[in-house]
């Protein structure tokens, strides 16, 4: 039985690039970039004014000059009104570029009109104050984005204003989640007093919808030839199979005698860890690869999580995402040499520190816990006696704040 | 002027309860859940198999036998097989609700079969191992979901588990979002070189997207009848108008008018802040609320966040979020009165603390800063000097991890 990071150094192994489509600027939130971007003139693109006033020549005002006649008004957008003295001013706008001959915004706060001519009342003046130089931001050519870069709200107003209108961004792989067992009905249906409802499938449709795949939904019933023929489609029409249950080793868990057959190779089945210690992961020739998760609520979740989602980003080529530690706020004893998903609440202290209190629910069959929890805490198979303060890493399900 | 504090005290008190609405559960990601789910039964609903093995009656085992007939095979789903002797086992597999006659599985590893007879090869076999037992997790009519709840993939799984396929959520409210300035083109547009491309409205539409609300987006000129009427318009047919711009005291700037003639009461205008000291808050007299917005990307991307997004929770019953410290990493001098937003980079130490680098950019027009950094780090007003090592507290705006 391999170790957890056994397991996941094979999935990273087993990435895939899925190549690049061109979608719309604004419908591209939480995308990967697939280019490059770049600036398309200086940011600024001019001289910037930042505050609504007047603009004078600094030099002027140095000399003592304090009443300038107005020019005229220029608005946001406008073209740059020339003066051609010193004791002029322009009324201006944010947001407008500043015409050549002036330098210093004063703020209309700070001056009184009278029948066209602006005093300046502020004493304190500096030089150059209320502008956004052009260029100061980045130049002409610069490097905005590059490629891997995750498409968010700040990162969509940079694209917009360099007016990258269509964008390339990486194509996401078609995924289809199989549910399977006969002991599983709709979540409409009324269960026999033996039977429970479908329930991970959606679970792990959602954990994908965050990462902005629509996933497809298959139930297959426990019948051997029916999974074959299913599995067969499946390898044609998708670039992963994620699978919930049916991996076992009981006499009607036909999955692994399909894959098999289907030559969908076994790349590992058995992680040293719980829950989901019977996950199996393989891959078929033509690329398709396989997630088959234990049945368990909680050893899907935390496998989709763990598992799938890391190998996503990394197949779309998103930069690796930071660890997070966390500080253990209980003593903890777990006696098999297994890496254990802890599910902890994530608190801050007032200093900075995350704080992770265990929420134990009964076991890998209990999401009614799962839900009242942000993480996992992932605690090494090596260690078994485990104590309050001790700092190891988690891995959010959900987001913080 | 008011304060921070001052300014989102009073946004908080202008919260308001839109309703609920019916969704399907698996199209309710991210929504709030506006009922109380309970247990429909027993969770689990039977005493739960957790692996694939045979069902035993352990008082045999313990009296010596070893050698159990196979009664039958019994699928996860199915009825249970009864037994009528203590040397009589059941083949069963993981899913499957336990006969009452036994009470423990000896799964395959640590068994034999041979011709209809199976035999116990483990030594340690303890009574009731391998069982998730009936209503250990929740008992019929338990609560499990409050109203409040925002919608994970792990309460979607729980929905389904207990069969609620529809669902009420708390009814999102109708946002339009407001661009304005004629110094604004099309993102698909050249811009002359005194004009900018429109982007601000993309990245407040995008903030709120997260948020599951699809914004609309007008653009209006800076013409005092058509901003008049196009407001007069929002105030009929949105529960929220965001505004980008046009709030200063520039002589172009005719929206507080617009707004004042339209009978929108204002609430506050300017907030002891940077960026965003210019943010205006009203409410019409039916009930929609205004938020414009300074016109800078930086800004209007802060003020969206700091103060859009928590009334947006509040307005949903969204439980409070858990406020998040980080430790300073560099010194920082910020002189004027006002409480500075600035830009960090967040990333975690092995002992589990959270630490903001400064990436401070160019003033708020500097949005390309914004797309390389994490949060928002809130540097409190009547503090100027701000040494490393030192603990604030952070608004993230892209998620960790």
């Known amino acids: 039985m391999i170790t957890v990071k056994e397991a996941e150094g094979l999935i990273l192994e087993n990435t895939r690039d899925y190549g690049a489509e061109i979608v719309m600027f604004d419908e591209a939130l939480g995308r990967v970039l ?5 600036a398309d003139r200086d940011l600024p693109a001019f001289n910037r004014v930042t505050m609504d006033g007047i603009a004078i020549n600094y030099s002027a005002f140095e000399n003592g000059t304090r009443s300038f006649a107005i020019k005229g008004t220029q608005a946001a957008g406008a073209n740059p009104i020339e003066i051609n003295s010193e004791d002029q001013c322009v009324e201006i706008m944010t947001g407008a570029a500043m015409p050549e001959a002036v330098d210093t915004i004063i703020r209309y706060e700070d001056i009184e009109i ?3 001519i602006a005093t300046v009342l502020a004493a304190n003046v500096k030089k150059g104050q209320n502008l956004h130089l052009k260029g100061t931001d980045k130049k002409q050519g610069d490097l905005l984005l590059s490629p891997g ?3 968010t709200p700040a990162v969509i107003s940079l694209i917009a204003s360099v007016g990258e209108a269509e964008l390339r961004v990486k194509r996401l792989p078609r995924v289809v989640i199989i549910s399977s067992g006969d002991e599983l009905v709709e979540v409409a249906a009324t269960p026999s007093p033996y039977q429970i409802r479908r329930s991970n499938n959606y679970m792990v449709q959602a954990i994908l919808a965050r990462e902005g795949i629509k996933a497809s939904l298959i139930n297959i019933p426990d019948d051997p030839e029916v999974i ?3 599995l067969a489609i499946c390898l044609q029409n998708y670039d992963v199979i994620l699978m919930s249950g049916g991996i076992s080793m009981g006499k009607f868990d036909h999955i692994p005698q399909a894959l098999a057959a289907l030559r969908v190779q076994q790349i590992f089945h058995k992680v040293q860890q719980r829950p989901g210690k019977p996950f199996w992961f393989g891959k078929h020739d033509n690329g398709v690869v396989v997630f088959a998760f234990p049945g368990n609520p909680v050893a899907t979740f935390m496998c989709t999580q763990r598992y799938f989602v890391p190998w996503l980003n990394a197949s779309l080529g998103k ?3 930071k660890p997070i530690f966390a500080v253990l706020e209980s003593d903890l004893t777990f006696e ?13 202290t007032g200093q900075g520190q995350l704080l992770a209190t265990p929420l134990a629910g009964n076991g ?5 816990n799962l839900a009242d929890t942000d993480a996992f805490m992932e605690l090494p198979s090596e260690i078994n006696e485990f104590k309050k303060g001790e700092v190891y890493r988690v891995y959010l399900f959900n987001q913080l704040q």
Chains 1, 2 share one sequence.
Request: charged letters at 25%; hydrophobic letters at 30%; aromatic letters at 12%.
């Open 319 to 321: 930069e690796e995402s």
């Open 149 to 151: 870069t995750t498409i």
């Open 34 to 38: 697939a280019e490059t971007i770049k």
């Open 364 to 368: 890998s069959g209990d999401f009614a």
């Open 336 to 348: 098999p040499q297994l890496a254990y998903y802890l599910q902890v609440k994530l608190q801050f």
């Open 114 to 116: 009278k029948e066209g």
């Open 228 to 230: 074959q023929h299913h």
